[in-house]
């Protein structure tokens, strides 16, 4: 019996058990490996890092889609940055509302594995609402603006391809192509596991962004088990208070949801001091 084990920066992390090894492969960006697990189904990794696995995804998806998608009041336009397994999209479809979908996934050997080895999560990639632009997304944003109503930064850590994806000029970058009225929600990382990574990542969300609120859920495949998301906007304040969130859309999604719901959307922004000391940045 293999074992795959994810060692955080700080020393500690996860192991599963592997039944069969069924992909590995080396693309111009990272190496990909997928293996089918007794506790999680298939499993994809990055560079032997976990990125997502059957089991626990719809943990990590609900919340980078939901909170931003619900906040806003009539999201249209949404812009996807990486998440080449299709998870994010498919649970931005649940949204009446969404007109048209650009996901910008670096790797195409993400999204081909992801079809191929995660049915359940790639499902919707090839919605007709559904542009998958395999380019550099750092590249992509440069010369956009005025045309989002929510950017959603699924990406991997700040390492290798990702590493652009955590930088002051791209985040003022994101923020041009932004509409009024718009959200972005960038992955900010594990604040039991890479809190350096979560320290930095809101210093420069702090300069660039008017409202920075993190917001913290469990995910247990991830290191610490517990991950967090940073809701930004120049117009849109953090939802706080759930009563102002629309409830017909929300009961509308909570009932296709195994996580989302009405109280659960403003109990997530509840966060630990020790996570409020590390969004000071
Ligand atoms: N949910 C996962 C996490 O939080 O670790 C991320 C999932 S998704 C697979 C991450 C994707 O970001 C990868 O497929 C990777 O290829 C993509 N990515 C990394 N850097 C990128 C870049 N500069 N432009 C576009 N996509 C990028």
């Not at 039991?192 to 930095?200: A, E, L, T, V, Y």
């Not at 929300?250 to 949801?257: L, R, V, W």
Request: hydrophobic residues 35%; aromatic residues 12%; charged residues 25%.
């Amino acid at each position: 019996m293999e074992l795959y084990h994810e060692i955080t920066p700080e020393g500690f992390g996860i192991a599963i058990e592997e039944d069969k090894h069924l992909f590995s492969d080396k693309s111009p960006y990272q190496t990909v490996d997928v293996f089918h697990s007794r506790a999680f189904g298939n499993v994809l990794t990055l560079d032997g890092l976990m990125m997502v696995t059957e089991r626990d995804e719809f943990f990590y998806h609900e919340l980078i889609v939901h909170i931003p998608m619900l906040t806003h009041k009539n999201p249209e336009n949404i812009l996807v940055i990486g998440g080449g397994d299709g998870g994010t999209v498919r649970e931005i479809l649940k949204h009446k509302s969404v007109k048209h979908i650009d996901m910008v996934e670096i790797d195409k050997m993400v999204v081909d594995v992801s079809k191929k080895f995660f049915p359940t999560v790639s499902n919707e990639l090839d919605n007709p609402k559904v542009s998958v632009l395999i380019q550099d997304a750092i590249e992509f944003i440069k010369n956009k603006e005025n045309i989002y109503d929510i950017v959603l930064i699924d990406s991997t850590d700040p390492i290798g391809p990702g590493e652009g994806l955590f930088n002051e000029g791209f985040y003022n970058n994101v923020k041009r192509a932004l509409k009024k009225g718009g959200i972005v929600v960038p992955q900010t990382e594990g604040p039991f596991g890479q809190s350096d990574n979560m320290k930095k990542t809101y210093k420069l969300l702090n300069k660039v962004f008017k409202y920075v609120a993190p917001y913290c859920s469990p995910m247990p495949t991830y290191p610490g088990g517990y991950w967090s998301w940073g809701f930004c906007s120049n117009d849109v304040e953090p939802p706080l208070d759930y009563t102002k969130i629309d409830e017909k859309r929300a009961d509308e999604i909570s009932k296709t949801s195994k996580i989302y719901n009405r109280e659960y959307h403003s109990s997530v922004f509840r966060v630990p001091n020790f996570v409020k000391e590390l969004a000071k940045g």
